[in-house]
């Protein structure tokens, strides 16, 4: 625990989960892009530990196996000593959906879990009922979920995974679908909760993309690199709770994780030999639309170099908003990042200060050369006789490396950055991209 800090989990050091050389693939081909590789990390009791990382690293799924909800396909998930072949018996699940059914009442989302163990219905009313009044609940058993705001239907997920009382406590970005001020109050009320003599978990895994939610809340954070997804770095949090985010200390604590995310440590930065070009799967497509990307050019233009603690806080942007500008465009050859600061280059003072025909003609030929995904489009639409080809295409080849939300979002930015830099177009109507006969195809390859 922080120093400075007094709980009812202190104690002996007791490893509850232990994940054991974790592999995790979505395809059954071998050679199948792993989301997540050779992850190994204990939780132990009395600590509240943060995933922390991009979009894309693997940590809900990381969170799923650790459940028992997703099986690794190599290594394993160990409880208590014992290998996990189903749902893990000791934990239970907040997640960022609420996920509550709504034809039933409040008490009767929280008693869901007693009665798929067979709880009696008597026993199982006082359970929840003692659940509900935890967090906070109490006077709203017989309401139903479309009267509650968005933080009591969240309270209602705490209380169903409360009422089981698990050891361990999964929240996956328990808090990324509430307001500002509902979250922050949420966030304060689990602390008081997990420093309180009547909280019955032991142990916290948290999932977040905010890094100061994840040095707020945890005693150990967990960076994860993406591509595949595996630990590149481990952070004691050594402050006392409450803690203060003005705080020096908290600050540098914040920078100090923007730097870690945002570089390339050696351990990482090396690509499978097997894989030494990037592909779609290697460098998928940050969650950016050019509009954003082409006003954070400007902004960083007139400001000069800046950290992106600062940035953040400057321009009231959290972490998860931030970051994909930046890895859009540092993916671009845009802007350099280098100790947490982040740097426009010369090609992206350019693409930030031209007018609008130079900027698409700067980001056409960035995009076809440095994103992937825009590339492989292009280039498919260009030996097409047709010059067209439908979505499901380009779904299918990106299958391999991405679940299918990702495959959507993927092919959503692309055709976002095809489009303004009119490399494609993308009919609706039938479901397919189109090579533009008005692109700019000479001047993308330099000829004038």
């Known amino acids: 625990m922080a120093e400075g800090t007094t709980t009812p989990h202190a104690g002996p050091v007791e490893s509850l989960i232990e994940v054991i050389g974790l592999t995790k693939r979505f395809g059954s081909a071998a050679d199948t892009p792993p989301v997540l590789e050779d992850v190994s990390f204990a939780v132990r009791a009395g600590e509240v530990v943060a995933l922390l990382g991009k979009s894309g690293s693997g940590k809900s799924t990381l969170l799923r196996c650790m459940a028992g909800l997703l099986a690794p396909s190599a290594g394993e998930v160990r409880y208590r000593g014992e290998r996990l072949t189903g749902t893990n018996p000791g934990t239970a699940m907040v997640f960022q959906t609420f996920a509550l059914l709504p034809w039933l009442t409040v008490r009767q989302n929280v008693e869901l879990g007693l009665e798929a163990k067979g709880v009696s219905a008597a026993d199982r009313r006082v359970l ?43 929240m996956d970005e328990p ?69 203060d985010r003005d705080g020096a200390e908290f600050r540098a604590l914040v920078e100090q994780i923007y730097s870690v995310m945002t570089g390339r440590p050696a351990d990482v930065a090396v690509r499978p030999a097997a894989a030494p070009v990037a592909t779609p799967g290697t460098h998928p497509l940050p969650y950016a639309s050019v509009d954003a990307l082409s006003g954070f050019a400007e902004i960083l233009a007139t400001s000069g170099p800046e950290s992106l603690g600062e940035l953040a806080t400057d321009l009231r942007l959290d972490f998860r908003d931030l970051l994909p500008l930046v890895e859009a465009l540092t993916l671009l050859g845009f802007a350099d990042v280098a100790d947490g600061r982040v740097t426009l280059s010369a090609e992206g003072r350019d ?83 189109v090579a533009d006969p008005d692109r700019a195809a000479a001047q993308v390859a330099g000829v004038p």
């Open 128 to 170: 929840a009922e003692e659940a509900i009044d935890l967090v906070g609940l109490d006077g709203f058993e017989d309401a139903y979920p479309k009267e509650l705001s968005g933080g009591m239907r969240q309270r209602v997920g705490f209380a169903r995974a409360l009422v089981v009382t698990p050891e361990v406590l999964l």
């Open 175 to 243: 808090f990324s679908g509430l307001d500002v001020l509902t979250a922050e109050n949420l966030r304060g009320e689990l602390m008081e909760l997990w420093e309180s003599d009547e909280f019955p978990i032991r142990a916290i895994v948290l999932v977040t993309h905010n890094i100061d939610e994840a040095i707020l809340l945890a005693d150990r954070v967990l960076i994860l690199g993406s591509s595949p997804g595996r630990i590149v770095f481990e952070l004691s949090i050594g402050l006392a709770r409450p803690r």
């Open 351 to 433: 693409f930030a200060s031209a007018d609008i025909q130079m900027s698409k003609q700067i980001f056409a030929r960035a995009a076809i050369e440095r994103a992937p995904l825009v590339g492989l489009i292009v280039g498919a639409l260009e030996k097409t006789p047709s010059r067209a080809l439908r979505w499901g295409f380009f779904a299918d080849v990106l299958g391999g490396s991405f679940d299918e939300a990702e495959t959507d979002r993927q092919l959503d930015i692309a055709t976002d950055w095809g489009r303004y830099a009119e490399l494609f177009a993308y009919d609706a109507d039938h479901d397919e991209f």
